[in-house]
C-alpha cells in the first residue's frame, strides 16, 4: 500500500565552535499560516503538537498565527509577537519552486547554516490534507502530527522505522494518529532534551518541562 512521506529532512553535525546561547526557560515555536485554515483548527493542531513535544520531556512555548477570516489582518501583529522564535513552521498550501521534497512529502525542514542549529521548516498542506482523505482520518490530527516530526526533525532526529519519525506514513500509522497521540520514542525524545538544552544553554536536568505554558491569545495550548 502507498504510503506519505512526512518530510525531506537534512541533518549534520553542529559545529562545537557555536557561541553559548544565554540560558533561558523555554524554547520558542512559532508557526505562521499561509494557507487560510480555519483559526480554531490551526489552534488545535498546533496543541496537539505541543502535547507531542512535551511528552518529550521539555518546556516549549508555541504561538500560532492563523491567515483566515478576521484573524488575518492581525497576523503581522501575531507574528510579532515572537521577533526572534528558536524555530519557525510556515504552513504553504503546496509545495513551492526550490524545495527539494519528494512529490508525496508533506512537508521540510532545514538545516542551519554552518556552525547553527536548523530553525526552519514547512508543510505542505494539500499533501496533510490529501494523506487525511487517503484513511478516512481527522485533518486537523494529521496535520498536528506532521507539525511535530518536522519539529523532530529540528531538535535532532532523522527519520525511524515507526512511530511519529517514521518516513511514510501508511494507513496504519495515520489512523493511530487520528485515535490517539502517536509519540516520540524514549531514543528520540533523548535526542530532543539534549537539543533544547543546547539551544537553551541550560543542563540537560533543566529542559523537563515544569508545568504547562500561560495561557495567552495565539500561544499553545
Not at 539551544?199 to 505554558?213: E, I, S, V, W, Y
Request: aromatic share 4%; hydrophobic share 40%.
Amino acid at each position: 500500500m502507498k504510503g506519505f512521506t512526512v518530510l525531506v529532512m537534512v541533518f549534520g553535525p553542529v559545529s562545537m565552535g557555536m557561541a553559548r546561547p544565554v540560558p533561558r526557560a523555554a524554547l520558542t515555536v512559532l508557526i505562521g499560516d499561509t494557507m487560510g485554515i480555519d483559526a480554531s483548527s490551526l489552534h488545535s493542531a498546533a496543541a496537539l503538537a505541543w502535547r507531542i513535544v512535551d511528552k518529550a520531556g521539555v518546556h516549549t512555548e508555541w504561538t500560532a498565527c492563523p491567515a483566515s477570516g478576521p484573524e488575518r489582518a492581525s497576523q503581522p501583529r501575531c507574528l510579532s509577537r515572537v521577533p526572534r522564535p528558536d524555530l519557525l513552521l510556515w504552513i504553504l498550501p503546496s509545495v513551492v519552486t526550490g524545495h527539494p521534497a519528494p512529490r508525496v512529502a508533506m512537508g521540510m525542514a532545514l538545516p542551519g547554516n554552518p556552525g547553527e542549529l536548523g530553525k526552519h521548516a514547512y508543510i505542505y498542506y494539500d499533501r496533510v490534507r490529501s494523506a487525511a482523505q487517503f484513511c478516512g482520518c481527522d485533518e486537523v490530527r494529521t496535520l498536528g502530527h506532521a507539525i511535530a516530526h518536522e519539529i523532530g526533525h529540528l531538535l535532532g532526529n532523522t527519520h525511524s522505522t515507526s512511530g511519529i519519525m517514521r518516513a511514510d506514513w501508511n494507513r496504519g500509522d495515520l489512523v493511530a494518529m487520528s485515535r490517539g497521540h502517536v509519540l516520540f520514542s524514549p531514543e528520540e525524545a533523548r535526542r530532543i532534551r539534549a537539543n533544547v538544552a543546547q539551544r537553551l544553554g541550560t543542563p540537560l536536568a533543566n529542559t523537563h518541562r515544569q508545568r504547562k505554558p500561560e495561557r495567552k491569545a495565539g500561544l499553545m495550548p
